[in-house]
């Protein structure tokens, strides 16, 4: 794909970084050399005790804007003050230990100026595991499609893909008070009026890390009481449909907590091993995971 010129829309790449000494260099690199040229990349160091700081101010770009923070102050804060930093008409997620593919924001871009329904649109992503550099699957498995008012059950809209409307974003922003599912709380607040979209190819390079269960679980815990209180809120709106979603978020959210307290249970008494798979992979990927240390 060629080069894009300068005069297009500006988009503001959000990074957040805390003791990522080892990743953040390609992370960074794979927004530096993306095919769309107009593009901020705002990296905001969350207090981070590595040497992750260091890195970030050796790193020379005109387009990367640099913000230091001296405390943690957690991921949402810094994703909202990356928000409030911005200057492009679109807003894109980056995380300090993924990849991004070289045409991801301009697939995304293209999207959104082409269908001016979606508010926001992420993408499938490759999960690779980091240690051997092998991908193991491709997340979600198909393309899905949100339209205003709530969907059942979970967004399938992988956070560190997502490019919004700046506009959008701006005013509906992250809600500091919610410290687990933040991308969830904000689609749910959002869903009313909005409209988002997954594009069935996958964008990014997602390194896969150890996932902490019991966060998890409380992930899931916080996102069924978040729906529920939107329903409530907008009983007005969902009228006698309320007990119907409400009832079938609470199977399945139950479902998978009952999933996810098996793995805990399993994590502590070892009933059985799950062994990842590895899938085909194109010849491009392979050679960029080689790439990678």
Same mark, same amino acid.
């Given at each position: 794909?060629?080069?894009?010129?300068?005069?297009?829309?500006?988009?503001?790449?959000?990074?957040?970084?805390? $003791?990522?000494?080892?990743?953040?260099?390609?992370?960074?690199?794979?927004?530096?050399?993306?095919?769309?040229?107009?593009?901020?990349?705002?990296?905001?160091?969350?207090?981070?005790?590595?040497?992750?700081?260091? +890195?970030? =101010?050796?790193?020379?770009?005109?387009?990367? /804007?640099?913000?230091?923070?001296? /405390?943690?102050?957690?991921?949402?804060?810094?994703?909202?003050?990356?928000?409030?930093?911005?200057?492009?008409?679109? +807003?894109?997620?980056?995380?300090?230990?993924?990849?991004?593919?070289? $045409? =991801?924001?301009?697939?995304?871009?293209?999207?959104?100026?082409?269908?001016? @329904?979606?508010?926001?649109?992420?993408?499938?992503?490759?999960?690779?595991?980091?240690?051997?550099?092998?991908?193991?699957?491709?997340?979600? /498995?198909?393309?899905?499609?949100?339209?205003?008012? @709530?969907?059942?059950?979970?967004?399938?809209?992988?956070?560190?893909?997502?490019?919004?409307?700046?506009?959008?974003?701006?005013?509906?922003?992250?809600?500091?008070?919610?410290?687990?599912?933040?991308?969830?709380?904000?689609?749910? =607040?959002?869903?009313?009026?909005? $409209?988002?979209?997954?594009?069935?190819?996958?964008?990014?390079?997602?390194?896969?890390?150890?996932?902490?269960?019991?966060?998890?679980?409380?992930?899931?815990?916080?996102?069924?009481?978040?729906?529920?209180?939107?329903?409530?809120?907008?009983?007005?709106?969902? =009228?006698?449909?309320?007990?119907?979603?409400?009832?079938?978020?609470?199977?399945?959210?139950?479902?998978?907590?009952?999933?996810?307290?098996?793995?805990?249970?399993?994590?502590?008494?070892?009933?059985?091993?799950?062994? $990842?798979?590895?899938?085909?992979?194109?010849?491009?990927?392979?050679?960029?995971?080689? /790439? +990678?240390?």
């Amino acid at each position: 794909m060629s080069k894009i010129n300068k005069n297009n829309d500006l988009i503001s790449v959000i990074l957040p970084v805390y $003791n990522a000494q080892n990743t953040i260099e390609r992370a960074v690199e794979s927004i530096t050399k993306q095919t769309y040229l107009n593009l901020e990349l705002i990296i905001i160091d969350d207090g981070s005790n590595d040497n992750s700081n260091f +890195i970030i =101010r050796n790193l020379n770009d005109d387009r990367i /804007k640099k913000i230091y923070l001296k /405390k943690n102050k957690g991921l949402v804060f810094c994703l909202n003050l990356g928000v409030n930093s911005s200057k492009g008409s679109y +807003i894109a997620r980056m995380d300090a230990d993924d990849i991004a593919l070289p $045409n =991801r924001l301009s697939h995304q871009i293209d999207f959104l100026k082409k269908h001016k @329904l979606y508010d926001l649109v992420g993408s499938q992503l490759y999960v690779f595991e980091e240690s051997t550099k092998n991908v193991l699957n491709i997340y979600p /498995k198909s393309k899905k499609k949100y339209f205003s008012k @709530l969907h059942y059950f979970s967004y399938e809209l992988p956070h560190p893909t997502w490019m919004a409307r700046s506009d959008w974003i701006k005013k509906y922003k992250y809600n500091e008070n919610n410290i687990y599912s933040e991308d969830q709380e904000l689609l749910i =607040r959002a869903s009313i009026n909005s $409209n988002y979209y997954l594009i069935e190819k996958p964008l990014l390079l997602y390194s896969k890390s150890e996932v902490v269960i019991e966060k998890k679980i409380k992930s899931i815990i916080n996102i069924l009481y978040r729906k529920i209180f939107h329903y409530c809120r907008n009983i007005k709106i969902y =009228r006698f449909k309320l007990f119907i979603n409400i009832l079938f978020d609470t199977l399945y959210f139950l479902l998978r907590f009952i999933f996810y307290l098996i793995k805990v249970c399993n994590n502590r008494y070892n009933f059985f091993t799950v062994k $990842n798979e590895i899938i085909d992979t194109p010849p491009e990927i392979k050679n960029l995971l080689k /790439k +990678i240390r």
